[in-house]
């Protein structure tokens, strides 16, 4: 390099000498940041540099830590005309997709060199140094050499196991609660960094390969870094969420059948509590602090967005979720931190049940304790054409009292009662001559009970 010998004989932090190897080094010079919704979001990072903008494409932004390096595609150098780039660059055409200026400002040098680039960011969002260092062919990295803007900076947690909620009815105080929808649907806890989503389920396992189409909350976060808790939903016709709709999206595997599913049941990411935001745990918070962190996100997608939450309002939630056959209602208190992976009392779930009696066409056995016994009775609908039509099985809820009685009085046949429905495996058929009374929370499409609780026996012709 020419001005090597230059720059080797002087200490230009003492010397008022023009500095280093470059025309207007050390005089501010600017750069763009652009977020590009191109098939795959990045980051354009624009230098001006010898009359055009050195450019790289970093795929998930620029680092906010020294702690993440992050990958920074070197592209071809692009005209000074483009610092004020925006738009939409129609499809079809090379990087095709939505640009938007994200930050700009003005940069100093340090070293400008073929293989690696140091400069001083002062942007209105990004301020720092960074090098810049090839790796290999196009491929750089970009690294912050400055600490976190704030030092109290962490990274993007792992593994947060959701907060439960516990049974309960509504609670006293109402105006010290806020109340949700409970939606019936898969619990899901999404990491969001670098315009990308990962979604955990609440055992840990990655979900994100199943439910394509939430993908997209990545992108719309843009370079937001946060945790996000909610349930994955899928909706019926009427808007209401069906827990069996979903079951037809779990464990499916391979991208096209996925992507298939996709298309006709779409599933809704219902997004409630905000557990981490841009370099700071938000779990500590009260809930009232962490939703309007949430709501000020706005999240709204096509298949995401943020479920209203009401102050006070349990017994009209309570009612409007039993007309609109929802399955009840979450009540969270204000003033409640996030208790990860707690059963806690700070929420209740108040659900509804449905109480139906059906006629005891069968039993199956126990296990464990009950083993040789009764351990759950095979119910029975009686249909308008007088033949009986299985509604699967209730073991919840029966007392040793209950099974004693049963098994004194049911009176085994050899054929099945049940002239349609699915019967469960290993049941053995008696006389319908007794009924119960089954509390549940709905019919699944196939017929059968969801979530059914033995309540009661009655047995004869009256309820
Ligand atoms: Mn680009």
Redesign the pocket.
């Known amino acids: 390099m020419p001005l090597d010998e230059y720059r080797r004989r002087r200490d230009f932090t003492a010397t008022p000498e023009p500095g280093a190897d470059e025309p207007g080094a050390g005089a501010a010079r600017r750069f763009v940041i652009?977020e590009?919704h191109?098939t795959s979001l990045?980051w354009?990072l624009r230098l001006e540099h010898d009359g055009a903008l050195a450019s790289w494409?970093l795929p998930r932004g620029i680092p906010p830590d020294p702690r993440q390096n992050r990958l920074a595609v070197r592209?071809e150098d692009h005209p000074l005309a483009y610092l004020d780039f925006e738009g939409e660059i129609p499809k079809g055409e090379y990087?095709g997709g939505l640009?938007e200026i994200w930050d700009a400002g003005t940069y100093e040098v340090e070293k400008f060199r073929d293989r690696e680039v140091i400069v001083v960011l002062h942007g209105e969002r990004v301020t720092g140094r960074y090098a810049l260092f090839r790796t290999d062919g196009k491929n750089w990295m970009i690294h912050r050499m400055d600490p976190p803007d704030d030092p109290g900076r962490e990274l993007l947690p792992e593994g947060i196991a959701p907060m439960l909620a516990k049974p309960g009815s509504l609670p006293r105080n109402a105006d010290d609660w806020a109340f949700e929808i409970k939606w019936d649907g898969v619990r899901l806890v999404a990491y969001v960094q670098g315009g990308r989503v990962e979604l955990r389920g609440r055992s840990g396992l990655d979900m994100t390969a199943t439910y394509p189409e939430v993908r997209g909350l990545g992108a719309a976060l843009g370079m937001v870094e946060c945790v996000l808790d909610g349930e994955v939903v899928a909706l019926d016709e009427g808007g209401v969420p069906r827990f069996e709709r979903l079951q037809q999206r779990m464990n499916v595997t391979g991208d096209a059948r996925i992507a298939r599913l996709a298309r006709t049941i779409p599933v809704r990411y219902h997004v409630f509590d905000l557990l981490f935001l841009d370099g700071r745990s938000a779990m500590s918070l009260p809930y009232r602090d962490r939703r309007r962190l949430l709501e000020a996100l706005e999240l709204d997608g096509p298949s995401w967005g943020t479920p209203a939450s009401h102050v006070g309002a349990g017994a009209e939630m309570l009612e409007f979720t039993r007309e609109h056959e929802l399955e009840g209602v979450v009540a969270k208190r204000l003033d409640s931190r996030y208790e990860a992976g707690r059963r806690s009392d700070a929420w209740v779930k108040i659900k509804h049940a449905q109480r139906v009696t059906l006629e005891i066409g069968g039993f199956t056995l126990g296990r464990d304790g009950r083993t040789g016994h009764i351990g759950a009775v095979v119910l029975g609908e009686r249909l308008a054409d007088g033949t009986l039509r299985c509604a699967g099985k209730a073991g919840s809820g029966l007392t040793s009292a209950t099974i004693d009685q049963l098994e004194a009085s049911l009176v085994r046949r050899p054929t099945s009662p049940f002239g349609s429905g699915s019967v469960p495996t290993g049941t053995t058929f008696v006389e319908p001559t007794h009924r119960a009374v089954i509390e549940f929370t709905e019919w699944t499409a196939a017929g059968t009970l969801r979530h059914p609780i033995f309540k009661a026996l009655v047995q004869g012709g009256e309820d």
Do not use: E, K, V, Y
Request: charged share 10%; hydrophobic share 35%; net charge negative.
């Open positions: 652009q590009h191109a990045h354009d494409a592209t990087g640009m």
